[in-house]
């Protein structure tokens, strides 16, 4: 199944600019990635893998991933690649996300027995 997201982006939503430069002027409840949680709801996504994909694009623009994983966040398309991607798997973006997450962008993660934060650098 093709899902265009064209038609996703022409509502009355408003359309999210994932742009960086623009979350400096945000207000709360209106960055680029609470937008994108508003419209990928609008568009039948599951309220908590879209709060989920808030969180992963919030926490990719917030802990300055680098340039793939933030392209892949939504940041050079208005997250509609994001979107496509969980309307089609959303066990698949579910499991992802939650990686991402856990390990802040592949960075480490917390070791299961000591607790303590283990780089992977």
Same mark, same amino acid.
Not at 55 to 68: S, V
């Given at each position: ?6 038609d ?5 939503? #408003?359309? #999210? ?14 960055? #680029? @990635? *609470? +937008? ?9 996504? +599951?309220? *908590? $893998?879209?709060? =989920?994909?808030?969180? %992963?694009?919030?926490?990719? /623009?917030?802990?300055? @991933?680098?340039d793939? =994983? &933030?392209?892949?966040?939504? @940041?050079?398309? *208005?997250?509609r ?5 969980? $309307?089609?798997? #959303? ?12 390990? *802040?962008?592949?960075?480490?993660? /917390?070791?299961? &027995? %000591?607790?303590? @934060?283990?780089? /992977? /650098?």
């Amino acid at each position: 199944m093709q899902i265009i997201l064209d038609d996703f982006f022409k509502t009355a939503v #408003p359309k #999210p600019r994932l742009d960086e430069g623009r979350v400096l002027g945000c207000e709360y409840g209106h960055y #680029p @990635w *609470d +937008d994108w949680e508003r419209r990928a709801v609008a568009h039948g996504l +599951d309220r *908590d $893998l879209a709060a =989920l994909g808030r969180l %992963t694009i919030r926490e990719a /623009y917030q802990h300055q @991933w680098d340039d793939h =994983l &933030k392209s892949l966040c939504g @940041w050079r398309d *208005d997250g509609r690649r994001m979107l496509r991607f969980a $309307l089609r798997s #959303p066990e698949k973006a579910k499991r992802r996300w939650n990686r991402l997450l856990e390990t *802040d962008g592949y960075r480490g993660e /917390y070791d299961e &027995k %000591t607790g303590q @934060w283990v780089s /992977y /650098y």
